[in-house]
């Protein structure tokens, strides 16, 4: 919204032009007298453009360049008007699982990894005064995204994401000890680590019970959300090192005890989820769990924007000089 400071200014500005539409032309000497040039009783003498059109067409502009600069004079300013948040919410880190059974095709059509990484972006984009970060998990465990309120940079490492980036393997304890390293200083009213995961614990050093009973000890909130189902689950997805895309059946080792018991180590909540839609009951459950007081403002933001007009009527001025000078200079 473009508003003025000074809007006087623009009514100054509007009495002056018959000011100067009045005044004597700066063009033409009013004491100076006329006389026909050329040979008596010839040919007069004509210029070679109609000069009584550019002299009019040039007194249009310099009204234009007056009252450009009274506008600038009046204060022209954009105000935008920002939501702030005046306290703190939680700190809410994601750990998911990016293996390739990830890819497995059970979620009432989708698969798990594009199920869980949708609703996580919904998730985020209906807490904004919560920090929220992404944190992957596969034959490693790597922080993505600390707990931000940057949506625009964790929605777009999340869309980056592909299965099978960190390798083939599920280092769940290596996922809980990163959540509970980037989360052990956090100043927020609230921390929080939901690890989204189909499989069992396969690789990595940390035994993901022993990392679940540090964010315990730390007062993190777990929530442990068990994506999938057993049994024969069709996969379809594409290796991001060797680019072949792979596709099949895969047999789905999907053990909802050793999910239940990492929960219960770090003093958590276990969530099954075998479908899409249980998934996203899940995540309402999780949001419910999670809720904060938030207070919010607005701030009202003022831009200047008077030196756009300023350079345009120094543009205008400086192109009616070069007109004088060089064009009607020589005959006016």
Same mark, same amino acid.
């Given at each position: 919204?473009?508003?003025?400071?000074?809007?006087?200014?623009?009514?100054?500005?509007? *009495?002056?032009?018959?000011?100067?539409?009045?005044?004597? %032309?700066?063009?033409?000497?009013?004491?100076?007298?006329?006389?026909?040039?050329? *040979?008596?009783?010839?040919?007069?003498?004509? $210029?070679?453009?109609?000069?009584?059109?550019? /002299?009019?067409?040039?007194? /249009?502009?310099? /009204?234009?360049?007056?009252?450009?600069?009274?506008? *600038?004079?009046?204060?022209?300013?954009?105000?935008?008007? +920002?939501?702030?948040?005046?306290?703190?919410?939680?700190?809410?880190?994601?750990?998911?699982?990016?293996?390739?059974?990830? !890819?497995?095709?059970? @979620?009432?059509?989708?698969?798990?990894?594009?199920?869980?990484?949708?609703?996580?972006? %919904?998730?985020?984009?209906?807490?904004?005064?919560?920090?929220?970060?992404?944190?992957?998990?596969?034959? =490693?465990?790597?922080?993505?995204?600390?707990?931000?309120?940057?949506?625009?940079?964790?929605?777009?490492?999340?869309?980056?994401?592909?299965?099978?980036?960190?390798?083939?393997?599920?280092?769940?304890? @290596?996922?809980?000890?990163?959540?509970?390293?980037?989360?052990?200083?956090?100043?927020?009213?609230?921390?929080?680590?939901?690890?989204?995961?189909?499989?069992?614990?396969?690789?990595?050093?940390?035994? $993901?019970?022993?990392?679940?009973? @540090?964010?315990?000890?730390?007062?993190?909130?777990?929530?442990?959300?068990?994506?999938?189902?057993?049994?024969?689950? $069709?996969?379809?997805?594409?290796?991001?090192?060797?680019?072949?895309?792979?596709?099949?059946?895969? =047999?789905?080792?999907?053990? $909802? +005890?050793?999910?239940?018991?990492?929960?219960?180590?770090?003093?958590?909540?276990?969530?099954?989820?075998?479908?899409?839609?249980?998934?996203?009951?899940?995540?309402?459950?999780?949001?419910?769990? +999670?809720?904060?007081?938030?207070?919010?403002?607005?701030?009202?933001?003022?831009?200047?924007?008077?030196?756009?007009?300023?350079?345009?009527? @120094?543009?205008?001025?400086? !192109?009616?000089?070069?007109?004088?000078?060089?064009?009607?200079?020589?005959?006016?």
């Amino acid at each position: 919204m473009i508003g003025f400071e000074h809007p006087l200014m623009i009514l100054l500005g509007i *009495a002056f032009i018959p000011i100067i539409i009045f005044l004597p %032309s700066r063009f033409r000497n009013p004491f100076a007298l006329s006389l026909p040039l050329g *040979a008596p009783g010839g040919i007069p003498f004509k $210029p070679p453009f109609k000069g009584e059109r550019l /002299i009019r067409i040039l007194k /249009i502009l310099e /009204i234009c360049g007056v009252f450009i600069l009274f506008l *600038a004079a009046a204060g022209p300013v954009s105000k935008s008007s +920002e939501r702030v948040w005046l306290n703190r919410g939680a700190d809410i880190l994601f750990v998911l699982d990016i293996s390739p059974s990830m !890819a497995g095709i059970d @979620m009432d059509g989708r698969s798990r990894f594009d199920a869980a990484r949708d609703l996580i972006r %919904s998730f985020a984009e209906n807490r904004p005064s919560d920090a929220v970060g992404l944190a992957a998990v596969g034959y =490693d465990a790597a922080l993505l995204v600390p707990p931000t309120v940057d949506r625009r940079a964790l929605f777009s490492r999340l869309d980056a994401l592909r299965v099978a980036e960190l390798g083939d393997g599920t280092a769940l304890g @290596m996922g809980l000890a990163t959540a509970a390293f980037h989360l052990q200083n956090s100043a927020a009213p609230r921390r929080s680590a939901i690890l989204i995961t189909d499989g069992e614990n396969n690789a990595g050093a940390i035994h $993901p019970e022993t990392a679940a009973a @540090m964010l315990g000890e730390l007062g993190v909130a777990l929530w442990v959300v068990g994506v999938g189902s057993g049994g024969a689950i $069709p996969i379809d997805y594409v290796d991001p090192f060797t680019r072949m895309r792979r596709t099949g059946i895969f =047999d789905s080792r999907f053990d $909802p +005890e050793s999910l239940l018991a990492i929960s219960r180590a770090g003093e958590g909540t276990y969530i099954p989820a075998p479908s899409g839609e249980a998934l996203a009951l899940a995540f309402s459950r999780i949001d419910a769990g +999670e809720m904060t007081v938030s207070r919010s403002g607005s701030l009202i933001r003022r831009n200047p924007r008077h030196v756009p007009l300023i350079a345009a009527a @120094m543009a205008i001025f400086a !192109a009616l000089a070069l007109i004088r000078r060089y064009v009607l200079g020589a005959w006016v």
